[in-house]
């Protein structure tokens, strides 16, 4: 694993790029994308809320290929809960899982629960290292 400082859509098109995900729906079936890297992803794609929406109601809340060079992995279970260090583990897991039956060579990840969710890097941080190799860029903004 390899720790990086920039901006996560630089390697849009370049790399996977992972958004921090919850498993929260609206009414209409969408995925609540409502802070961080998962609201500018919905910015930047306007159907991945629905998208994504259907793949929670299909396969539960798991790390999903969102196509276009996305993937979400979720932190918490819903968008009112903290982040859950446990499902952050499970996420992980998942992602190398995910990463080499695809083959990915390059894989960013925001630092999970971190930001808007408020864990340590620290605690978050040894639970990534036991999963990710060098494929895997956790990058943050600040420096």
Not at 35 to 50: D, S, Y
Not at 100 to 124: A, F, K, N, Q, Y
């Amino acid at each position: 694993m390899q720790e990086v400082y920039g901006d996560i859509w630089d390697y849009l098109g370049k790399a996977v790029i992972v958004i921090t995900t919850s498993g929260s729906l609206t009414r209409d079936g969408r995925a609540v994308l409502g802070r961080g890297c998962a609201r500018q992803a919905a910015e930047r794609f306007p159907n991945l809320a629905l998208q994504l929406g259907a793949m929670l109601q299909e396969q539960g809340n798991h790390v999903h290929n969102l196509g276009n060079g996305l993937v979400s992995f979720p932190v918490e279970e819903s968008a009112w809960a903290l982040p859950d260090l446990r499902l952050i583990a499970r996420s992980a897991l998942e992602l190398k899982e995910l990463a080499d039956r695809e083959g990915w060579e390059t894989i960013v990840v925001p630092r999970p629960g971190c930001g808007g969710g408020g864990l340590s890097w620290h605690e978050v941080r040894s639970l990534l290292m036991s999963q990710f190799d060098d494929r895997f860029l956790v990058i943050s903004s600040q420096s």
